[in-house]
């Protein structure tokens, strides 16, 4: 007799060949994987996507059209339930319609009795207050809530969502693993750091970029650092790199270089995992390289930069609004000198989060064998 068959829905913001983003598909696919294996279950997700032919390719799962509205309900309609998450889905940063359209999602897996499950989300900011009530009526109707830190859960508990309802786990890349698990970088290979950096465009002036690129170019100069650009979302992180690299006047310079063409989480992981300290502007250029034993610097645009590094004990060393050129500097110099230490002051710290990262796809496995369980009984 086979296995039991699961199909979930998975809704996120996927399909766009945003790394981090689509680490966390990745995450929650391989998490949904183990843990169905230890509960006799064979999980059959179904990706909404913005490119499902392209999702499809890059992982083997089944997708729909995300803004197709009867793909999305046809894929509901034939599955066991639905996880929404997890990144920072429920926010009114970039614009008014991105809560009601994952609220929507939710509330239409409710109206088909589905059961809903919130995977490791990034609440706010959540500016427009008319959203909170919307929040509130949909997230209490979903069988399992988990936020990726205290702050998204104090502020779901403005919004009226009882405290002990809502898990406070990491963000499911914490769980990821490259695809070649000797990524991890020998520091006797070669004498010469390197440095990776993730940056993206956030001020219109893109004076942060020219206050980076000027610290980076001391870095390469000075120090004889080798300095290695990771775009993590396409095509926007590698035109800002190439910004950033043009201001270094880093034409012709060997130490000065950019990563191309990755575009599979696992992979672009490994790439992290090669160097001696990462430079990040992205959320999850941070993760990627905590996961990997990587000292991080911060470059904090939000909220979530900082809340992610609180949760490793350290504070950003700039943001787009202030970035201290001598600061990032004293920081790397830091870093690169004490990165032995700084792994062990970290190790147990990581590796627990690294462990609690699955807690959610072990939840909602459970949840949903409960509810088969207790549909058994009852008929």
């Known amino acids: 007799m086979g296995a039991a068959v699961k199909r979930i829905v998975l809704s996120g913001y996927y399909g766009y060949k945003n790394s981090g983003d689509e680490a ?21 997700p179904i990706v909404l996507s913005g490119d499902p032919a392209w999702t499809d390719r890059m992982y083997g799962v089944r997708a729909a059209h995300r803004m197709k509205p009867m793909e ?36 239409l897996a409710q109206w088909f009795g589905k059961p809903t499950f919130v995977y490791s989300q990034g609440i706010g900011p959540v500016r427009r207050k008319m959203f909170y009530s919307w929040i509130s009526r949909v997230y209490n109707k979903c069988q399992y809530l988990s936020v990726r830190d205290s702050e998204s859960a104090e502020l779901l508990a403005q919004m009226g ?72 979302h396409l095509p926007d992180d590698e035109r800002a790199s190439l910004d950033v690299m043009d201001w270094m006047n880093a034409k012709g310079k060997p130490n000065v270089h950019i990563v191309r063409d990755v575009i599979h989480p696992q ?83 990581i590796d627990q989060l690294k462990e609690a990262a699955h807690r959610p796809a072990e939840h909602i496995l459970s949840l949903m064998q409960e509810s088969k369980r207790a549909l058994k009984e009852g008929s």
């Open 161 to 232: 969502i009882r405290g002990e309802r809502v898990e406070v786990v990491p963000d499911p890349v914490m769980g990821l693993t490259p695809r070649d698990n000797g990524s991890l970088r020998n520091p006797s290979e070669t004498d010469r750091p390197v440095v990776g950096v993730s940056v993206r465009y956030w001020k219109e002036d893109r004076s942060e970029l020219r206050k980076l690129a000027k610290c980076l170019g001391r870095l390469e100069e000075e120090r004889g650092i080798e300095i290695r650009f990771l775009p993590f």
């Open 267 to 349: 992979d672009m992981l490994a790439q992290v995992g090669q160097c001696d300290l990462l430079i990040g502007m992205r959320l999850h250029s941070l993760i990627y390289a905590a996961s990997q034993y990587v000292p991080v610097i911060g470059i904090s645009y939000d909220p979530k930069i900082d809340q992610f590094l609180h949760r490793l004990g350290m504070e950003a060393a700039g943001s787009t609004d202030h970035m201290d050129v001598p600061k990032i500097l004293e920081e790397v110099d830091r870093l690169l000198r004490g990165k032995m230490q700084w792994i062990e002051s970290k190790r147990l710290l």
């Open 72 to 107: 999305v309900i046809r894929a509901i309609r034939q599955s066991d339930g639905l996880i929404s998450g997890g990144g920072s889905l429920l926010q009114d940063a970039t614009g008014a319609k991105t809560i009601p359209y994952y609220l929507a999602i939710i509330k």
């Open 24 to 44: 966390v598909l990745q995450s929650i696919l391989l998490a949904l994987q183990k843990e169905g294996g230890r509960h006799g279950v064979r999980v059959e």
